[in-house]
Structure formats: C-alpha cells, structure tokens
C-alpha cells in the first residue's frame, strides 16, 4: 500500500519568512495529493490540493510542487502570518480505479509556529 | 458548521461501556470514512463506506464496528474498549473518487 513520509515534525519561523513542507510518497500510481490545515481542537481543512499532471499549483500566499520522478511533493507558504499556525498535513492518493471512492494515506503532520 | 456534523464532540466512557459516534453529511456526497487521530501518529484510515456499502475495513479490532444506514449517516459504535482507543475520531465524506475530503470536527474519545 501507499506510505507516505513528511518532514520536518516541527517547523518554527518569524512572521513574514517562507515555511516550506515536504512529503514524499511510494507508490507511483497516485495521482492526487491533498494538503489540510488543522488549527488546534479544530477539524483538517483542505487547504489546496495537486493532480499528477500538474506541477505547480498556487493560491495567493501557498503553493504547492509536485516532482512525480522523485515522488515527492512540498507546501510553500510565504509571507507567513501568526494565524498559519497549525498542523499540517499533506496526503496521497492511488489511482482509484474506476471506484466510486477514494483512500487517502496521510502523513504525520508538521507542527508549523510563526511567532510574531 | 462545515456539512459533515459529529455528535457528540466528547466522550468518556469505561472498558465496559457501550457508545456510539455519529456522523452526518449534506454535502451530497457518495462516500464516508472513519479516521482514528492519536497524538503523533498519522491519521489511519478505519473504515470506507461507499454508497453506503462497506469497501474498506483496514484491520480494525472488532471492538468497533460501523453502521452506514444511508448515504448520509454513517455511525461508529464502540464495546469494551482498552485505554489506547483514546483518541480524536474523525468523520470524513468525498464526492466520488476525484477530489479531497471534507471532515467533521471529531470526537474526542477518552477511555477510562
């Protein structure tokens, strides 16, 4: 089955600098890669997500990468605020194969903190 | 409130005890799964429910068992549970196979 790996666990950074995440995954049939935001005692929020045959991806102050070779995939958040500070979690997808549904296999989440 | 509703939001319970979590979604949406969240750990897919039959039980012990009675409701009901089920469970429902999840708030579970 899928694995995927994300570092680092904890990320500190002051307001304004860049915060990026990396995730790298095994099995080189997923073609969706989601990223959620989950603020203290609050639920994951999907925050932006890629498709395989895309390669960057962005929204006003994140993006996100994905290198299918090397099977790894990354956040960038810049300009980074107090109110980015969260867990968050990148995930993969196999190809669904003609399912009615889809698995995601998440990683372990990075602790990101931006003091002020 | 997000669309995917989990009641109750807290929940004690002894090893003896029976309970249930449910989970309601308005999104229209054709598949609903139950994720167990332990501190540092990844979220860990328990069970998929796809037009309300089941299509994924990854290993879980017995002491949960899930009911999906409609495309809507999905439950979680749990018997004899050990201390290390506490956790934060978390609801989630997708729209066919190409897009991402929308999760519920959870329910934190603390078995005593």
């Known amino acids: 089955g899928e694995n995927v790996e994300q570092h680092p666990s904890t990320l500190s950074v002051q307001e304004g600098d860049s915060a990026v995440i990396k995730c790298t995954y095994s099995?080189?049939?997923?073609?969706?890669f989601p990223w959620y935001k989950q603020e203290l005692g609050k639920r994951p929020q999907l925050i932006i997500d890629?498709?395989?045959?895309?390669g960057e991806k962005k929204d006003q102050r994140i993006a996100v990468t994905l290198n299918k070779t090397a099977k790894h995939f990354s956040l960038h958040i810049t300009e980074t605020q107090p109110e980015d500070s969260a867990v968050y979690f990148c995930a993969a997808r196999p190809n669904a194969g003609g399912t009615s549904y889809g698995k995601l296999t998440f990683g372990q989440g990075t602790i990101l903190t931006v003091h002020p | 409130e997000t669309g995917v509703t989990q009641t109750p939001r807290h929940l004690v319970m002894g090893m003896t005890n029976k309970k249930s979590l449910k989970c309601e979604q308005h999104?229209?949406?054709?598949?609903m799964y139950w994720y167990k969240q332990s501190a540092k750990k990844p979220l860990e897919l328990m069970f998929v429910?796809?037009?309300?039959?089941?299509?994924e039980n990854n290993s879980v012990p017995s002491r949960f068992s899930p009911e999906c009675p409609n495309s809507s409701h999905l439950f979680l009901h749990l018997h004899t549970l050990q201390p290390e089920d506490s956790a934060l469970y978390l609801c989630?429902?997708?729209?066919?196979?190409?897009?991402?999840?929308?999760f519920g708030s959870g329910t934190r579970l603390t078995v005593v």
């Open positions: 099995d080189s049939a997923s073609n969706y």
């Open positions: 890629i498709r395989s045959n895309v």
């Open positions: 999104l229209g949406h054709n598949a």
């Open positions: 429910y796809s037009l309300e039959e089941r299509v």
């Open positions: 989630a429902s997708s729209s066919g196979s190409h897009y991402g999840y929308t």
